[in-house]
């Protein structure tokens, strides 16, 4: 059974600060390039990072210089850092592996003051 499990959401003032992690099983996690995404109310659903598995990263414009991607092979884990937070960073974060089509549940950011 594979399962992503994400945590780390929840409210914070623009400017602000989070870390989401997201917690990986029944996967080789270390074979896995993987994604996180998001998705705005009534928008689609937009792709905000990726890490191969070399950790090569990439990053939608909209939070470069502002979100890194990381993973620790050894936990299982990815990570997503967001800095200088804003409104239009609320959505609902889903991690994801990038080549197969594993989503966790999700976990919801807010920015707002």
């Known amino acids: 059974q594979v399962q992503l499990v994400e945590s780390g959401g929840g409210l914070v003032q623009p400017g602000g600060s989070l870390k989401l992690s997201c917690a990986a099983s029944?996967?080789?996690?270390?074979?896995?390039?993987m994604a996180w995404y998001r998705q705005a109310p009534e928008k689609q659903r937009e792709l905000v990072a990726t890490?191969?598995?070399?950790?090569?990263?990439n990053y939608a414009d909209s939070v470069k210089g502002r979100f890194t991607i990381s993973r620790d092979n050894a936990k299982k884990m990815v990570y997503l850092q967001m800095n200088s937070l804003k409104p239009e960073d609320t959505a609902v974060y889903y991690c994801?592996?990038?080549?197969?089509?594993?989503w966790g549940q999700g976990t919801q950011v807010t920015v707002s003051s």
């Open positions: 994801k592996t990038v080549k197969l089509n594993y």
């Open positions: 029944g996967i080789i996690f270390s074979l896995n390039d």
């Open positions: 890490i191969t598995t070399g950790r090569s990263t």
